[in-house]
């Protein structure tokens, strides 16, 4: 593989591990606004996006759809708890070689971004107490739009808008951790990476299709 121009990360179990933030957060809010016990893991996927699995849940726990002032509150209510649960979640970890490997293809005039399902605030919330956020200059995320597929077209776009031209296929990089994020890459019209740091093994991510596989950002970068 040949350089990419623009690399995009997924953050969740691809360049950190929240020792189960997101989901307290979710839980909490829940009960705050419904007093209600709420389980993402029990109604939803990974690699959903926040909107999937917010109303997913709404749904589940509360037996109805959601009102959009109810999900708007429910968001709001999540990332006031983010903030806090986050920073004191003692899972907390960047995983090993992440900093190394950003920091080459920044000096290799790449350009990085962010690929979340998250909403941008829970995302960069995400990254705080690991630092990353310094190396990312844009990102496509779940509130963009809660279709994954069509999150990653918005942040390829943007990352072709700051190229001044449409890029191609084999110069935007998607590195994620589970198959979704490499059918979401194809769909988009990227190059598909696999990161076996999450749930998934390096074998299920080459039979969802991926480009290249790496069982941790420790090995050498395609295309470096």
């Known amino acids: 593989m040949k350089k990419p121009l623009a690399v995009l990360f997924d953050i969740d179990e691809t360049l950190v591990h929240t020792g189960g933030a997101g989901g307290k957060s979710w839980a909490l809010a829940f009960d705050d606004l419904h007093r209600v016990e709420a ?35 429910l968001y709001s209510r999540y990332l006031w708890h983010l903030n806090d ?5 003692p899972g907390y970890k960047v995983f090993d070689g992440v900093d190394d490997t950003l920091t080459k293809l920044t000096e290799a005039g790449v350009i990085l971004g962010i690929i ?80 076996a740091t999450g749930h998934y093994t390096a074998d299920q991510l080459r039979e969802a299709g991926a480009d290249a596989v790496l069982t941790s950002l420790t090995e050498a970068f395609p295309g470096l």
């Open 85 to 89: 649960v986050i920073r004191a979640s």
């Open 39 to 73: 389980d993402i893991g029990a109604h939803s996927s990974a690699g959903e996006t926040d909107p999937q699995v917010g109303r997913a849940t709404f749904k589940a726990v509360l037996h109805r759809d959601p009102t959009n002032e109810e999900m708007s509150q």
């Open 116 to 195: 979340s399902g998250a909403m941008e605030g829970a995302a960069r919330t995400k990254m705080e107490p690991g630092h990353l956020g310094r190396y990312f200059v844009f990102g496509g995320y779940g509130s963009d739009n809660p279709d994954r597929d069509e999150a990653t077209r918005i942040a390829i776009h943007k990352a072709s808008l700051l190229h001044g031209r449409d890029l191609a296929k084999e110069e935007v990089f998607v590195v994620g951790d589970t198959p979704h994020d490499i059918t979401s890459a194809h769909a988009a019209g990227a190059t598909g990476i696999g990161c």
